[in-house]
């Protein structure tokens, strides 16, 4: 397998546009989770998912940020409108099973500046 | 609600020495623990992980770690590192029931020659 996979690796927008960060898990694997990593607050999740359906989105910042899993292969994560202050490295990470005692395994991540 | 400490933000260590690195919890219940790896303009690897059973963990790498239940502890070893150690190091930790894994905020190792 490819591992998960993750589009676009980087991304540079202008404040105000909207952006759209993909993912496609690892087959065969039940949960999704997205994160952010920046200097100031490290790794933060975001939401994540349990065969497609959202389980905890408490980590989400604002409505600006929206995540969907229509399917079990492919998950998007947007901002709209993109602030600067939402510049920073977003991770998803998919896992076997549910259950917390499975590791989760991690895409390379996307770097999104927003200038 | 559960949390990980990370006590080092950067630790430095002379290439073919001993390093730990300190991760301590606080949870309320019964938990899993993990370390993760970051290599630069990389995602996470697992390193090692703790379920249950025998409180010392070996993980890939040369690395282990010691699982101590009265100290909430989860301290890294390796007895001899080696310039390709060079990366950040994640502790993270989840409850029995629930998948949210909550991380450190990272060590970052650095091996100098």
């Known amino acids: 397998d490819a591992g998960v996979i993750q589009s676009p690796r980087h991304e540079v927008t202008e404040m105000g546009q909207e952006v759209t960060l993909r993912c496609k898990p690892i087959s065969g694997h039940n949960s999704l989770f997205w994160y952010r990593q920046t200097m100031m607050r490290g790794l933060e999740l975001l939401i994540y998912?349990?065969?497609?359906?959202?389980?905890?989105d408490s980590g989400m910042p604002e409505d600006r940020f929206s995540a969907k899993m229509p399917n079990a292969s492919f998950s998007t994560l947007k901002i709209q409108p993109s602030e600067p202050r939402d510049s920073a490295v977003y991770f998803c990470?998919?896992?076997?099973?549910?259950?917390?005692?499975?590791?989760?395994?991690f895409g390379q991540g996307t770097r999104l500046t927003v200038v | 609600a559960q949390s990980v400490t990370q006590l080092d933000s950067q630790v430095p260590v002379f290439e073919e020495a001993p390093v730990e690195l300190r991760c301590n919890y606080s949870s309320s219940v019964s938990v899993y623990l993990f370390w993760y790896v970051q290599y630069p303009n990389q995602g996470l690897q697992l390193l090692l992980k703790y379920l249950s059973g025998s409180t010392l963990v070996k993980g890939i790498n040369g690395f282990e770690a010691e699982f101590n239940k009265s100290q909430t502890s989860f301290h890294l070893r390796k007895p001899s590192v080696h310039i390709s150690d060079t990366a950040e190091y994640f502790c993270a930790v989840s409850e029995f029931g629930n998948e949210k894994l909550t991380f450190g905020t990272g060590t970052r190792l650095t091996i100098i020659p």
């Open positions: 998912f349990n065969n497609n359906v959202p389980i905890d």
């Open positions: 990470a998919s896992s076997p099973r549910q259950g917390a005692n499975t590791e989760a395994f």
